[in-house]
């Protein structure tokens, strides 16, 4: 699949076409740069949720720093796809992303909350 096939592919996931998301969550781990790059090129919070949950949903463990990183998104919907992403793929990795991320929660009760239910979660 090349980036023009995701590109489209990632619009129709943006309109709601289920059929689209089940295509790019089962395509091969190699569009994950594009989607990652997708996510990036996007301001609407809706269609950086819809396409964090596709790249989670491929449960590759290289997507941990990307998910790490979604946490900081000033939009819940998105945040929140990367915390049940994190969730999703589990292990070390994912338990120490959110442990960093809730120790510099200090005045951030809510997500410190999630993180702290999501370490919890999380099968090591």
Do not use: Y
Not at 23 to 29: G, H, K, M, S, V
């Amino acid at each position: 699949m090349n980036f023009s096939d995701v590109e489209q592919l990632v619009h129709a996931l943006c309109d709601g076409n289920d059929n689209a998301f089940h295509t790019l969550i089962e395509a091969e781990p190699e569009i994950l740069p594009m989607l990652i790059q997708q996510f990036t090129a996007s301001s609407d919070r809706a269609d950086r949720s819809k396409i964090i949950e596709v790249i989670w949903q491929h449960r590759i463990k290289a997507t941990i720093p990307f998910l790490a990183s979604a946490l900081h998104d000033p939009h819940p919907e998105v945040w929140k796809q990367a915390l049940d992403g994190l969730v999703a793929i589990g292990g070390v990795e994912s338990h120490n992303a959110l442990a960093v991320f809730r120790s510099n929660l200090l005045n951030d009760t809510e997500r410190r909350s999630w993180a702290e239910e999501a370490i919890g979660q999380i099968s090591l």
